[in-house]
């Protein structure tokens, strides 16, 4: 069974800290992928990583960086965070090429307050 | 880019009745579309897809259907279940990234 794990599942942070929200996935994805959901706009992509050391911006990247060193491992950052980064995030991993399955799989979520 | 709009964005059925929900997309690339249905503080959970070389699938009672000529892509469930309340999700794709419609809550009514 293909596990996402997100380390936190809530975070209250205050404005201004730098934040640091980590994902593992245990399946050897290549790509791995970080949304964050707010109520009425679904999910929305942040960044994304096709490989280790690689990144691309997704939608809504601005107050946000991300961090690949290892294939298994991607972090996504709030360099100085702020009210309005205050949502539920989430991170997905996704084989590449033909599989049975092309869905995402999803990690359970980061809730983040920040005060 | 992609845009996905999905409606309705609530949809609230009898216990037994059908379910549908909707979804447009603009891009005449993507080829794969999936579902995702997230229950209340849980993981978005993918529950059936469908690829743009096929017009329908089914899968006991959910069922999707594509038409591609005219970009839309509905979801179909049958005899509603309480355990079918959440919000769900659809999703368009031509590569990696998936493009998300805003969600629909929908609640079945015991």
């Known amino acids: 069974d293909v596990k996402v794990t997100q380390s936190s599942r809530y975070l209250v942070k205050r404005t201004g800290e730098k934040v640091f929200l980590e994902c593992v996935q245990d399946?050897?994805?290549?790509?791995m992928f970080w949304y964050r959901q707010d109520p009425g706009l679904g999910l929305r992509l942040i960044y994304f990583?096709?490989?280790?050391?690689?990144?691309e911006k997704g939608d809504i990247p601005e107050g946000y960086s991300v961090s690949r060193e290892k294939k298994e491992r991607f972090s996504l950052i709030l360099e100085s965070a702020s009210t309005n980064q205050t949502s539920m995030y989430l991170c997905?991993?996704?084989?590449?090429?033909?599989?049975?399955?092309?869905?995402?799989?999803f990690g359970s979520g980061t809730r983040l307050t920040v005060v | 880019g992609e845009n996905v709009e999905q409606h309705p964005s609530t949809l609230s059925v009898q216990e037994g009745d059908s379910a549908v929900i909707k979804c447009t997309y603009s891009?005449?690339?993507?080829?794969?579309f999936p579902w995702y249905k997230q229950e209340l503080g849980k993981r978005p959970q993918l529950i059936i897809d469908?690829?743009?070389?096929?017009g329908e699938k089914k899968d006991q009672r959910i069922a999707v259907t594509l038409n591609k000529t005219a970009k839309h892509f509905s979801l179909h469930i049958t005899e509603t279940q309480p355990e079918d309340s959440a919000v769900y999700f659809c999703?368009?794709?031509?590569?990696?990234?998936?493009?998300f419609g805003s969600g629909t809550k929908l609640n079945v009514k015991p």
């Open positions: 997905a991993s996704r084989p590449t090429g033909r599989t049975p399955n092309y869905g995402y799989t």
């Open positions: 399946m050897d994805h290549e790509n």
């Open positions: 990583s096709y490989d280790v050391k690689m990144k």
């Open positions: 891009d005449s690339a993507s080829n794969y």
């Open positions: 469908i690829r743009s070389n096929v």
């Open positions: 999703a368009a794709s031509n590569f990696n990234k998936f493009y």
